[in-house]
């Protein structure tokens, strides 16, 4: 069954849980001195995961910048994932759909567009990159860093650069059944030639589903 987490419905599972591990049961006595706030413990992200929220997006596209801001619905799965970008008044404005073989970008009144890499196809559309394959795992707050070693996001480890150059900034957390899950996600990346452009993503997470 899916499991719906609304931040300000969290605070109860919180306290429950906080007193089941101090209830002295011998069972749960190694659960004590988990730290749920530390980077050494492990987080096990899932392939399976649904995000809601919002984002605000500003960039340079040919010697301009330019800005945008709305909803947007994740849904992933090991081998498919749906995202669709929302206008604020809740308006679909494109729905991407991934496959391991092809990406299809729809949007309205427009023809639908096929092609093997993702970030390519949205970027051509959208005229801004949206790093489809580092957020599946990113917006849990798994990532690799520039040195290929994997990085464990924390309220004590906030911040990490890929190793594709984006440098992720986990601002804010709420309480998740077993770990903290990322609230305010802060993603930026300069360009690396006149070909690319500079991007600074903004993303508030209003609702996980497990």
């Given at each position: 069954m899916?499991?719906?987490f609304?931040?300000?419905?969290?605070?109860?599972f919180?306290?429950?849980l906080?007193?089941?591990?101090?209830?002295?049961?011998?069972?749960f006595?190694?659960?004590?001195?988990?730290n749920?706030?530390s980077?050494d413990?492990?987080?096990?992200c899932?392939?399976k995961a649904?995000?809601?929220?919002r984002?605000s997006?500003?960039?340079?596209a040919?010697?301009?910048?330019?800005?945008?801001?709305?909803?947007f619905?994740?849904?992933?799965?090991p081998?498919?994932t749906?995202?669709?970008?929302?206008s604020?008044?809740?308006?679909?404005?494109?729905?991407?759909?991934?496959?391991p073989?092809?990406t299809t970008?729809?949007?309205?009144?427009?023809?639908?567009?096929?092609?093997?890499?993702?970030?390519?196809?949205?970027k051509?559309?959208?005229?801004?990159?949206l790093?489809?394959?580092?957020l599946?795992?990113?917006?849990?707050?798994c990532a690799?860093?520039?040195?290929?070693?994997?990085?464990?996001?924390?309220?004590?480890?906030k911040?990490?650069?890929?190793?594709?150059?984006?440098?992720?900034d986990?601002?804010?957390?709420?309480?998740?059944?077993?770990?903290?899950?990322?609230?305010r996600?802060?993603l930026?990346?300069?360009?690396s030639?006149?070909r690319?452009?500079?991007?600074?993503?903004?993303?508030?997470?209003?609702?996980?589903?497990?």
């Amino acid at each position: 069954m899916k499991k719906t987490f609304h931040p300000y419905k969290i605070g109860m599972f919180a306290v429950f849980l906080f007193s089941i591990m101090l209830s002295g049961c011998s069972s749960f006595q190694s659960m004590e001195k988990l730290n749920i706030f530390s980077s050494d413990t492990p987080r096990s992200c899932s392939e399976k995961a649904g995000v809601k929220g919002r984002f605000s997006i500003h960039y340079q596209a040919d010697g301009k910048e330019e800005s945008l801001h709305g909803g947007f619905d994740w849904k992933q799965a090991p081998d498919y994932t749906v995202i669709t970008l929302l206008s604020p008044l809740g308006q679909s404005m494109a729905k991407i759909e991934i496959t391991p073989q092809l990406t299809t970008f729809i949007a309205p009144n427009k023809a639908p567009r096929s092609a093997a890499n993702a970030e390519e196809l949205i970027k051509s559309e959208l005229g801004w990159t949206l790093p489809v394959t580092g957020l599946k795992d990113w917006l849990q707050g798994c990532a690799t860093d520039m040195q290929g070693k994997p990085f464990i996001a924390s309220p004590e480890s906030k911040q990490v650069i890929t190793r594709d150059g984006w440098q992720i900034d986990y601002i804010t957390w709420i309480e998740g059944p077993v770990m903290p899950l990322p609230k305010r996600i802060n993603l930026t990346k300069g360009s690396s030639d006149s070909r690319d452009v500079d991007i600074n993503l903004k993303l508030v997470i209003d609702e996980w589903h497990f």
